[in-house]
Nanobody
Framework: VQLQASGGGLVQAGGSLRLSCAAS????????MGWFRQAPGKEREFVAA????????YYAESVKGRFTISRDNAKRMVYLQMNSLKPEDTAVYYC???????????WGQGTLVTVSS
C-alpha cells in the first residue's frame, strides 16, 4: 500500500483544514487507517483512527470534538476534517495504514499543517 497525504497548509487559529490521504492497491478495505502527527522537537503522536469498515473511530483527547476522521473505501481515501484549529496543532501530519490481520503498517510522506495565532 502506498499512501499520499495532502491538504496541509497555513491557517489562522480557529480555522479549518481538511487533510486527504489517497491509498493505492486493491485491498484498501483490509486496512484500519489513522492519522498521526509530529511537531518540531517532539515525538510522533496518535491523532485519530478509523476501522476498516468505517464504523468505529478513535481520537486523541487533544483533538476530540474538533477533528473528524472518515473514509471512502470505494475511492480508497481517508480524510481528517480539522476544525477550531489551535497553534498547538501545528505539525507534520502522517497517514497510516495497518492491515487488520497481519498488523503490517504503511506510512505516507506527511503534510505540514501550520496554525498561526
Amino acid at each position: 500500500v502506498q499512501l499520499q497525504a495532502s491538504g496541509g497548509g497555513l491557517v489562522q487559529a480557529g480555522g479549518s483544514l481538511r487533510l486527504s490521504c489517497a491509498a493505492s492497491g486493491r485491498t484498501f478495505s483490509s486496512y484500519n487507517m489513522g492519522w498521526f502527527r509530529q511537531a518540531p522537537g517532539k515525538e510522533r503522536e496518535f491523532v485519530a483512527a478509523i476501522s476498516w469498515s468505517g464504523r468505529t473511530t478513535y481520537y486523541a483527547e487533544s483533538v476530540k470534538g474538533r477533528f473528524t476522521i472518515s473514509r471512502d473505501n470505494a475511492k480508497r481515501m481517508v480524510y481528517l476534517q480539522m476544525n477550531s484549529l489551535k497553534p498547538e496543532d501545528t505539525a507534520v501530519y502522517y497517514c497510516n495504514a495497518r492491515h487488520v490481520l497481519s498488523r503490517v503498517e504503511y506510512w505516507g510522506q506527511g503534510t505540514l499543517v501550520t496554525v498561526s495565532s
